[in-house]
Nanobody, 120 residues
Framework: VQLQASGGGAVQAGGSLRLSCAAS????????MGWFRQAPGKEREFVAE???????YYSDSVKGRFTISRDNAKNTVYLQMNSLKPDDTAVYYC???????????????WGKGTLVTVSS
């Protein structure tokens, strides 16, 4: 199984980016898929998830600004990030788990990460 994340980059505050994470090796339509992030010197934290039934959950820090979606036909999860802030600067990791990825311990598979840098 591989999770290939892409779409990271450098933007100014207020800008937008769209992250993608394509899974290969098996089908994850019945799994939860989502994103964590890790800023320099900080622990990895939950960002958003979308479960098998399209239910979505967000951390309070991104709610209202980020939107998660999935395309089961492409085995891909997306994260649309709007109104970006310097505090959103981090390496973003996609993650997949059988029920939820709300806790790090519930993640079965991790992507390698993509860097998002937001300048003020």
């Amino acid at each position: 199984v591989q999770l290939q994340a892409s779409g990271g980059g450098a933007v100014q505050a207020g800008g937008s980016l769209r992250l993608s994470c394509a899974a290969s090796g098996r089908t994850f339509s019945s799994y939860a898929m989502g994103w964590f992030r890790q800023a320099p010197g900080k622990e990895r934290e939950f960002v958003a998830e979308i479960r098998w039934d399209e239910t979505t959950y967000y951390s309070d820090s991104v709610k209202g600004r980020f939107t998660i979606s999935r395309d089961n036909a492409k085995n891909t999860v997306y994260l649309q990030m709007n109104s970006l802030k310097p505090d959103d600067t981090a390496v973003y990791y996609c993650a997949v788990g059988p029920i939820t990825i709300g806790l790090i311990g519930s993640v079965d598979y991790w992507g390698k990460g993509t860097l998002v840098t937001v300048s003020s």
